[in-house]
């Protein structure tokens, strides 16, 4: 038995076509969709990048406890425990997270690993004398600069990190496809902002422009910049045109699975970790607004030869935390019982129901919920807005977020079931440094939690322009998001600072 995953960063569902998109050249997602079974009801735990990682190897909600950060000593890592009971598995990637402060050991899991460099702030390549070209938003840091210094080196489509990742995972392929258990991870940076895509994928998209450089927004409401309507449809097009390149390279694995008939014994996992606005509720970007469908809803792939299911749609409610159990389960690697995903065997089967309600978020953000109709998002009360911790073994996160002031006020705390008796460093946090502590400025116009709790149905309002005003709905969705908390171990301030407390719903 093999199993080959593809994972792809920041990938919209509704805009590839077999999720009804009809504005992205991507035949590879549909002859996909015709090879596998399609999830209409799909959704993330923990975002972004290495919050849904640790999700991916221990099938546990990360974002209830802490943000950004390694794999602990206590986790279930699923390539670990693969690797354990006799499973080869070997990552290639081109994320670079996993070697930036905070997203360290996830790797070291893997039996072998492969990396290929370029992409965003990469570290990579060195210029003394280098000025970065003009153009619209992006970073202004060092990442930044990075960027366009990486890209002096990357002038080829050969060169540039998508190709090379998909050619280090195709060579395991031609080089392993006659033996037998293995897990090929195939994680591609792209379509994660900047947008950097050779020519013969925006040609498809846009002949000509005349505006500014704009190929890297910003987590910003819409014209933060003054961007005019033909740079926001530039901005756009980029995104769509490395969709298309992704699309490209999506089928060569394909291609692999056709020419070795791998079909017959190999499982086919193509995933994402999290969505994107492109000027969506007026917004671009994934982390300074409410955690929309665009976002939280993504698309997901499964072929499993055990049913052989293939061409058909799976409405079961499901998520991140289920793709670690899932791949246990093919091997038949026993599920510690620290992990809450579910195996996705019967739901590709038989579209069998694992779960009647889904928490997603970001830490020290909105807490959300949904039942796979109803989107619930409960929002930080003010007095208690602050009261955010993160609750680590490894004292590190996102770059600059956990500080030598925070460490000294931090404690040992015990009690959690999760860790196998081990404590946990409580560490005062602030959602990767992101989270403004003043509440005019989340609580405004145009703030974080304008609005306050918002309740969404997304049967009569898909978009999510309209906000439901049903207090029997909420009700029962807050007393589900309530009950999986506990389930989680969530500490007790995420009670409080949600304002559970005394709103038909009881903290423990």
């Excluded at 840091?141 to 090379?164: F, H, K, L, M, W």
């Excluded at 992990?339 to 970001?362: C, H, M, N, T, W």
Aim: net charge negative; aromatic share 14%; with cysteine.
């Amino acid at each position: 038995m093999r199993a080959i995953m593809v994972m792809f960063d920041s990938l919209n569902r509704i805009m590839l076509p077999p999720y009804g998109g009809t504005d992205i050249v991507a035949p590879n997602f549909e002859r996909l969709a015709k090879h596998a079974a399609t999830f209409d009801n799909f959704y993330i735990g923990s975002f972004p990048c290495m919050p849904a990682r640790r999700e991916l190897h221990t099938g546990r909600y990360n974002f209830l406890h802490r943000g950004w950060g390694p794999i602990e000593l206590y986790d279930d890592s699923m390539p670990e425990l693969l690797k354990k009971n006799g499973v080869y598995t070997h990552l290639v990637t081109d994320h670079w997270h996993y070697w930036e402060q905070g997203g360290s050991d996830y790797q070291t899991k893997y039996n072998s690993f492969e990396y290929a460099r370029g992409p965003e702030g990469d570290p990579w390549k060195g210029l003394v004398d280098f000025e970065v070209p003009p153009h619209l938003y992006g970073r202004q840091d060092n990442c930044g600069r990075q960027e366009y210094v990486n890209r002096r080196y990357t002038p080829r489509e050969e060169d540039i990190s998508i190709a090379q990742t998909f050619h280090h995972g195709l060579q395991f392929i031609d080089d392993n496809f006659r033996s037998d258990n293995w897990f090929l991870q195939i994680e591609e940076f792209d379509p994660h902002e900047p947008y950097y895509v050779p020519d013969r994928f925006m040609s498809l998209y846009e002949k000509e422009y005349g505006g500014r450089e704009f190929d890297w927004p910003q987590y910003h409401k819409v014209g933060h910049a003054g961007e005019t309507e033909e740079e926001i449809r530039h901005a756009i097009n980029k995104y769509r045109a490395v969709v298309s390149m992704c699309d490209y390279y999506l089928g060569q694995v394909l291609d692999r699975m056709d020419q070795y008939d791998l079909w017959k014994d190999t499982m086919l996992i193509v995933n994402t970790d999290h969505g994107f606005l492109l000027t969506e509720h007026d917004w671009w970007g994934k982390v300074c607004e409410p955690i929309y469908d665009e976002i939280a809803h993504t698309p997901f792939f499964l072929w499993d030869p055990r049913s052989g299911v293939c061409g058909e749609r799976r409405q079961a409610l499901c998520q991140t935390i289920d793709i670690a159990p899932t791949l246990l389960d093919y091997f038949q690697v026993p599920i510690p019982k620290d992990v809450q995903g579910k195996p996705l065997r019967e739901v590709v089967a038989s579209d069998q129901k694992i779960r009647d309600y889904a928490l997603f978020g970001l830490h020290g953000f909105h807490v959300n919920v949904t039942d796979g109709r109803y989107v619930y998002m409960r929002t930080p009360v003010r007095e208690h807005l602050t009261e955010i911790y993160d609750y680590l073994q490894t004292p590190t996160s996102y770059p600059n977020s956990i500080t030598l002031d925070k460490l000294r006020q931090s404690e040992l705390v015990w009690g959690y079931e999760f860790t196998k008796g081990t404590p946990l460093l409580r560490v005062p946090g602030n959602a990767m440094g992101m989270i403004s502590d003043d509440p005019e400025l989340l609580y405004g116009p145009d703030g974080l939690y304008e609005g306050g709790n918002l309740l969404f149905d997304l049967e009569q309002d898909p978009k999510q322009l309209s906000p439901l005003q049903d207090a029997e709905t909420e009700c029962r969705m807050e007393d589900a998001m309530v009950r999986l908390m506990r389930e989680s171990e969530a500490p007790p301030e995420q009670y409080v600072r949600l304002g559970l407390n005394g709103s038909g719903a009881k903290a423990p």
